[in-house]
């Protein structure tokens, strides 16, 4: 048995990525388009603004960006 990430371009800095398919944050480039994968890069700046305007962080799965046993895909 193996493992298994995807990649993608990041859809905010275009940075190419991988990344747990299932547990991915993304997000919609508008609202009635498909949902995109966020690099964790892109994840902890959001936060850090988040943070210094006191908004609640965005959650980010732990898992997110690690492999995944090929059986789950």
Do not use: Q, W
């Not at 547990?23 to 508008?30: A, E, G, I, L, Q």
């Not at 700046?45 to 492999?67: C, K």
């Amino acid at each position: 048995m193996g493992h298994v990430m995807a990649m993608s371009y990041c859809v905010v800095c275009k940075a190419l990525f991988s990344y747990n398919p299932h547990k991915v944050p993304s997000t919609r480039r508008r609202p009635d388009g498909p949902r995109e994968p966020v690099c964790a890069r892109c994840m902890n700046a959001a936060n850090e603004v988040r943070a210094r305007r006191g908004l609640p962080l965005l959650a980010i799965d732990p898992e997110a960006y690690n492999p995944i046993e090929e059986s789950e895909l």
